[in-house]
T-cell receptor
């Protein structure tokens, strides 16, 4: 199993440009999430999904869109990049409680995408 | 709302000495608790988790943590650290039935030879 994969590893954008960060997992996990990591702030949840077709906002959703058309993929879109979005982005997936609400147990993280917006 | 506090942003410790990394949480309901480790330029990986049952949880690489409900703490310990333990450690909490995980700000463990 490849686990959780993210592309690209590095990206430089100019202010106002848009782009999509890709995330895929091959573990058939229902729960997927996106975090950003900034120095001294830990990981902050951007958006999450509890299954195909279902997404919801996290702590810092502004400026980002997500969709979940398949169980495997959970792309993150930056609509109009701003310097404040310079960060390292992590995608994660998790299995959920069998037969119940999708609640994240241990999460499996991708290697991250380092984004710089100039 | 849930929250996590890791008061120590950096912890230097000599090789083969014991270490404790502190984590306190706040939540109005029962919780799941996690410790993750992040090595330089890598993603996070799970060290250990508390879901229910025994309050002493053992994880990978010789780490363990104890869930203390009355003190709302989940401190991480290792009796003897190695150079390879140099990394950043994150505590995380999830309210049972809640679909979001909250991470602490992280503690950088620096093991000194």
């Amino acid at each position: 199993n490849a686990g959780v994969t993210q592309t690209p590893k590095f990206q430089v954008l100019k202010t106002g440009q848009s782009m999509t960060l890709q995330c895929a997992q091959d573990m058939n996990h229902e729960y997927m999430s996106w975090y950003r990591q900034d120095p001294g702030m830990g990981l902050r949840l951007i958006h999450y999904s509890v299954g195909a077709g279902i997404t919801d906002q996290g702590e810092v959703p502004n400026g980002y869109n997500v969709s979940r058309s398949t169980t495997e993929d959970f792309p993150l879109r930056l609509l109009s990049a701003a310097p404040s979005q310079t960060s390292v982005y992590f995608c994660a997936s998790s299995y959920s409680i069998a037969g119940g609400l999708a609640v994240p147990y241990e999460q499996y993280f991708g290697p991250g995408t380092r984004l710089t917006v100039t | 709302a849930q929250s996590v506090t890791q008061l120590d942003s950096q912890v230097p410790v000599f090789e083969e000495a014991p270490v404790e990394l502190r984590c306190n949480y706040s939540s109005s309901v029962s919780v799941y608790l996690f410790w993750y480790v992040q090595y330089p330029n890598q993603g996070l990986q799970l060290l250990l988790k508390y879901l229910s049952g025994s309050t002493l949880v053992k994880g990978i690489n010789g780490f363990e943590a104890e869930f203390n409900k009355s003190q709302t703490s989940f401190h991480l310990r290792k009796p003897s650290v190695h150079i390879s333990d140099t990394a950043e450690y994150f505590c995380a909490v999830s309210d049972r039935g809640y679909q979001k995980v909250t991470f602490g700000t992280g503690t950088k463990l620096q093991v000194i030879p």
